[in-house]
């Protein structure tokens, strides 16, 4: 089963989803922008209802480190505090990438991005154009939220795997 959301509508779906997972199944989220605290206090709270079950969050890292977002660091820190795993990627090199596509500019050491805005609960993912924001409430955007077989979801989870490997762990001292 497939539904498109648009607007706070996936964020108060997501939420809603946590709410009644239940504790066995995995909550795993990656975001480029992320300062929505009602999401923020689901993902806690589905955290200490249980200590031992999986809630991994993925960031950007230089979105969560140099703050442009507002409160995006100190929501990363909250859920770190909660006992979240909290970790924090970025992409590949841009300039080799501009100059594979035959591109004179020159970016030095800039970074790429983690730029996916998904969220897998159980058997459930949305994935998007909607970041876990206050303002995504007033963007036009569009996430899908999809009903995943078993198959389904053990790729969705190594892709979200492949992602963190490289991720440096979060931690309140940044």
Request: hydrophobic share 45%.
């Amino acid at each position: 089963a497939v539904s498109i959301l648009g607007g706070p509508a996936v964020q108060n779906k997501v939420i809603s989803a946590i709410r009644l997972s239940e504790s066995w199944e995995d909550i795993r989220l990656m975001g480029y922008t992320f300062d929505y605290q009602p999401l923020v206090a689901a993902l806690c709270t589905a955290k200490a209802a249980d200590p031992d079950r999986r809630v991994d969050v993925v960031l950007d890292r230089a979105q969560t480190l140099t703050d442009p977002t507002q409160n995006q660091n100190a929501m990363a820190r909250q859920l770190i505090e909660a006992g979240v795993r909290v970790r924090l990627a970025r992409g590949n090199k841009l300039s080799p990438v501009y100059q594979e596509a035959g591109r004179t500019v020159n970016v030095g050491s800039f970074m790429g991005a983690l730029h996916a805005k998904s969220v897998i609960i159980g058997r459930q993912a949305f994935i998007g154009s909607a970041n876990g924001t206050v303002s995504n409430i007033a963007n036009l955007g569009c996430s899908v939220h999809l009903r995943l077989d078993a198959n389904t979801t053990e790729g969705f989870s190594s892709f979200f795997d492949a992602v963190g490997v490289n991720a440096g762990q979060g931690s309140t001292i940044f």
